[in-house]
């Protein structure tokens, strides 16, 4: 978590890190050490917005600010959504959408906003972590056989919406409400989820129990 908001976060002009877990709870994770160090002993603790903050300073001009206590509990991980889209274009389109969409819920964050490059639990080179998905990577369409190219004629981009909650409903309602709000755009083809044999997590989400219109799964 430290590394991630030392080399994502902070470096990235204006901007801070505050603590909005909607529910009190004991399991806080100390972020002086993480990140607060940052500052090579010059940073310190501020009070400001009823907070408790560490104050970096930086050569932008301004301190960057992060709550010094982080609250932290088990979630869900790993929500998805594929949108099968007619160009690149439309794919960015109609992903930032659904980020949108998203951002608007309680309880739920996208993990890369619009995500270019899906992939898959197994893969050739296990020390580089998950790669490609092949089998849905439309300039692949010469090099797959018939059996391997899973992308549907005339799809030319399939970006993935990626999404954690603080629990299954909050997935859920984060699948159902992107759904519906861009299933009318242009350019968008069709719409799935990474299933991956069942094999990657606990939980499954199966599309047609989120309660949306049946129209929609003709």
């Known amino acids: 978590l430290g590394r991630r908001m030392r080399q994502g976060i902070l470096v990235v002009p204006t901007t801070a890190v505050f ?6 709870i004991e399991t806080k994770f100390n972020m ?7 500052g090579d002993g010059y940073e ?14 930086i050569m932008m001009g301004y301190d960057f600010l992060i709550e010094k206590e982080l609250s932290y509990a088990k979630g869900v991980m790993g929500g998805n959504l594929w949108l099968f889209c007619d160009s690149v274009n439309s794919g960015i389109k109609i992903g ?8 608007e819920i309680d309880n739920v964050c996208t993990t890369f906003d619009v995500c ?3 992939s ?7 020390d580089i972590g998950p790669s490609t998905n092949h089998s849905f990577c439309p300039t ?8 391997d ?15 954690n909650g603080i629990d299954i409903d909050s997935i859920k309602e984060a699948m159902s409400k992107s759904i519906q709000g861009i299933i009318d755009m242009e350019g968008l083809i069709k719409i799935s989820s990474g299933n991956y044999g069942g094999k990657l997590g606990k939980f499954k989400i199966y599309l047609r129990e989120l309660g949306l219109k049946e129209s929609y799964f003709s």
């Open 44 to 57: 310190e603790i501020i009070e400001k917005f009823d907070r408790n903050l560490i104050s970096v300073p």
């Open 96 to 103: 930032r959408e659904a980020v949108k969409i998203i951002a």
């Open 19 to 24: 603590d909005a877990y909607p529910n009190k």
């Open 116 to 118: 270019s490059a899906g």
């Open 120 to 126: 898959k639990p197994d893969t050739n080179f296990p």
């Open 140 to 147: 692949l369409k010469d090099k797959l056989s018939l059996e």
């Open 32 to 38: 002086m050490n993480n990140v607060g160090h940052c």
């Open 149 to 163: 190219f899973k992308v549907p004629e005339s799809v030319k981009s399939i970006p993935e919406i990626v999404f």
